[in-house]
């Protein structure tokens, strides 16, 4: 069973305006299932997995563009950037709108020498698992707080269980197109991703240090990043914790929100927040397996605010619009999860595992007036059943609107 992807729109749209349109994101989120169905077999397709196409492409790249004309889809183009230059040289002689569909499933080196060969001749994707929206064939929009946008978006109140099922759950596709074994899908997953991505393609040459790495970060989603705390809890030093985190970040695992700087701010934190950008393999790792003992444990409202921010992070990847969020915390402990930021105003959110939240949960949000900023209308995204008002400006959002 295929479910529609929203970023189908953005991908035809951007081939209309450029050559080449390069789609990237984690291991197995569908990019190739997507663009598959969306070329209804009008695009000849090539996989760079294969390792004879492979060593076509990186040794007698003319050749491969030969064989493999466009318009065409080319998979895992990170295991042959020799053939971007090439890619290049076709596009400026044929001047062709939408030639080339473009996969990479990590970005370690790629973005570099796309940028290089590239420039100007590539509209670029961001692709990360299904959203809430699209699991609920609803439409997207990027996320924002106003009362308006939110009283426009259809939602049923939000059930506590249901919310940490898809939670422990995550969002790969094949998890919801086939029934299968979440735990069993995850090992194999990270198996897969650290053999090709991690040791094929970094220097990381340590797979069984690495993965407890990748375990360690995951009990820290959503916790302030300490590179010193990562090394010492796995046994490395500060600078290959460094390194290990850039390799989970440009492979789409991990996000790092960056905290909200301005002018009139003063003794604000500088170091980003962790996110695991998909929960069940963050449950998997921290081995979490049932959504009920998640749902009591300790780190429930770390994995809430995981799945919230992922959530936003996703309705502006999947509308092909740039990320406007950050998170503020001051030296005074005043924390504001997420900031949006759109034509100047600061739109702050809170995220409360409660479905009565506190009057006080907004009681940050004069930080950023008190600076002299311009402040929106802020969220508390809850548990709670409608969108009700927290106080003149703000309003309680139930988590099935995001």
């Not at 739109?347 to 907004?362: G, L, M, V």
């Amino acid at each position: 069973m295929y479910i529609k992807r929203h970023l189908e729109k953005t991908v035809i749209d951007l081939s209309k305006a450029f050559p080449a349109v390069l789609v990237t994101g984690p291991r197995q989120v569908g990019k190739t299932t997507m663009l598959r169905k969306i070329s209804s077999g009008k695009r000849r397709y090539v996989t760079l997995d294969n390792p004879m196409v492979r060593d076509l492409a990186k040794n007698d790249p003319e050749l491969f563009l030969q064989r493999y004309h466009p318009p065409i889809l080319i998979d895992e183009i990170q295991y042959a950037p020799e053939i971007l230059p090439f890619i290049k040289i076709y596009v400026d002689e044929h001047q062709n709108k939408g030639d080339f569909w473009l996969t990479g499933s990590q970005l370690f080196h790629l973005m570099k020498d796309v940028s290089e060969s590239l420039a100007g001749r590539v509209g670029l994707v961001n692709m990360l698992g299904l959203s809430q929206s699209e699991l609920t064939a609803r439409d997207n929009r990027p996320f924002i707080t106003t009362y308006d946008t939110l009283s426009e978006r259809e939602f049923q109140p939000p059930n506590v269980l249901e919310v940490f099922r898809r939670i422990q759950k995550g969002s790969m596709p094949a998890l919801y197109e086939t029934e299968q074994d979440t735990e069993t899908y995850y090992a194999s997953y990270v198996s897969t991703y650290l053999q090709r991505d991690i040791k094929d393609l970094t220097q990381v040459a340590d797979e069984l240090s690495f993965m407890r790495f990748m375990q360690v970060c995951a009990a820290r989603t959503s916790q302030m990043l300490n590179y010193s705390s990562l090394a010492r809890d796995v046994g490395i030093s500060s600078p290959t914790a460094k390194q290990w985190l850039s390799v989970l970040v440009t492979s789409g695992i991990v996000k790092l929100i960056e905290p909200y700087s301005h002018n009139t701010l003063k003794r604000i934190v500088k170091a980003p927040n962790l996110y695991f950008m998909d929960t069940g393999l963050c449950a998997y790792l921290t081995r979490w397996n049932n959504p009920e003992a998640l749902e009591l444990s300790g780190m429930a409202g770390a994995f809430f605010e995981t799945y919230v921010i992922s959530e936003i992070i996703k309705s502006y990847y999947n509308a092909g619009k740039p990320l406007p969020v950050y998170y503020y915390r001051d030296a005074e402990q005043r924390e504001i999860d997420l900031l949006i930021e759109q034509n100047g105003v600061l739109y702050p959110i809170e995220i409360k595992k409660s479905a009565n939240p506190s009057q006080r949960s907004t009681k940050h949000f004069n930080a950023l007036e008190k600076a002299g900023l311009k402040v929106g209308t802020g969220n508390v995204i809850c548990f709670i059943s409608d969108i009700i008002p927290a106080d003149r400006k703000n309003f309680f959002v139930p988590v099935s609107i995001i």
